[in-house]
């Protein structure tokens, strides 16, 4: 079973692909990464874009299962309001690819790989490579928390 983990991002989208074997504790790490629009791409070029590579990554790994990160945001709407764009079109995708969707929170991905549900970046990083006995490589943080969010979509399936 795969399960495809999503950060999403205006114009950065995080995400992962684990693959569980038949016990719960047998998960790899297949794939990991951004992503990556040009940051000056306008809307909704960037939205057709995103659409657009997510589907081949579908396409490619065939996962059964998405976790795409609930958002919150209290500070900047206007960001807000661009992300929340970007991860209506992951969801529709996702949807229309007939693809399970779970949607945890912030605090329930950060507790889930480490216990605490304020842990800083650097920990859920640290805590992914002990839990997958593998070492991130230094690539963009967004790509780590779509690990995170696919790690604990795992464990609502």
Known sequence: MKILGIDPGSHRVGYAILERGSKRNQIQLVEYNVIDVAAKTPSPENLLEIRQKLGELIGYHKPQYASVEKLFFHKNSKT?????????????????????????????????????????????????ELILRIQLEHKLDDAWDAIAAAFVGNSMV
């Open 80 to 128: 807000a309001g661009s992300v929340y764009e970007a991860r209506g079109v992951v969801l529709l995708t996702l949807a229309e690819e007939g693809i399970t969707i779970m949607e945890p929170t912030v605090t329930q991905i950060k507790k889930g790989i480490t216990g605490n549900g304020n842990a800083q970046k650097a920990d859920v990083k640290q805590a992914l």
